[in-house]
């Protein structure tokens, strides 16, 4: 690939994984795609902080249960590093205390390794274009958890548009499919979402949703 040119517009994957065979498997799918390039991967947290890639790519998929650091404290790490990084972790592990652990230190997304390779491919994209891709499995463990707590709802003043750009964003659209469906631009949007954060005192996607949901400002459709 050049350097510059087309590869500028390319989505940038970081791998960081354990286990080779998984990993050699994730790389060759990504980098089947037009669209996306994988530039380094890893096997532990430790040798990818160490890497320059870190500082510029656009995502990394990351797994939990790493040799070292865990991949629940890595999602800070590389955060630290690249502030602008979509993280998605991809685990083996469903229970809610990893799922939320990693959330809460930035995740935007999370996926179980059973993935298949076109929802791989879609959820870089879909991460890469502001959604947060989640397995069908995890999504439901975070809005059982949400549904379960406690009804201590504050005084929250959002709009009604600004409801409806919050159930949307819970439901995992990225940007322009949300200024698709509620016909405004890709910056209105982004308009919105940011007085959500600043309403609901919130600095990430997975917080929004969370207290949008514990405060009933948004309700998933069932399936």
């Keep these: 690939m050049e350097e510059n ?6 989505i940038r994957v970081v ?5 080779q065979y998984i990993r050699e498997g994730w790389e060759t799918i990504l980098d089947s795609d037009s669209q996306i390039v994988v530039k380094s991967v890893f096997r532990d947290c430790e040798s990818a902080l160490e890497s320059d890639d ?10 939990i249960q790493l040799p070292g650091i865990m991949g629940t404290e890595g999602v800070e790490k590389f955060l630290e590093i690249n502030p602008s990084l979509s993280i998605i972790m991809i685990s083996v592990m469903e229970d809610s205390q990893h799922i939320f652990e990693a959330l809460q230190n930035g ?13 791989l491919i879609q959820a870089v994209k879909d991460a890469y274009e502001g959604g947060s891709p989640m397995s069908p499995i995890i999504a439901r463990k975070v ?23 919050l159930r949307l964003l819970a439901e995992g659209n990225s940007y322009s499919a949300i200024a698709e469906e509620i016909y405004l631009s890709v910056d209105g949007v982004g ?3 940011r ?28 399936s």
């Design 15 to 19: 791998i960081v994984e354990d286990n």
């Design 54 to 63: 870190i500082e510029w790519c656009d995502i990394i998929l990351l797994d």
């Design 195 to 222: 007085n959500i954060y600043r309403k609901l005192q919130v600095n990430s996607k997975a917080e929004a949703v969370a207290k949008g949901l514990a405060n009933g400002l948004i309700k998933m459709a069932e």
């Design 5 to 10: 040119g087309q590869e500028s517009e390319l």
């Design 143 to 165: 809005i059982a958890s949400m549904q379960t707590q406690p009804k201590k709802k504050e005084k929250l003043d959002l709009t009604d548009r600004e409801q409806e750009v």
């Design 191 to 193: 308009y919105h979402i």
């Design 107 to 119: 995740a935007i997304g999370y996926l179980i390794k059973k993935v298949g390779p076109d929802e």
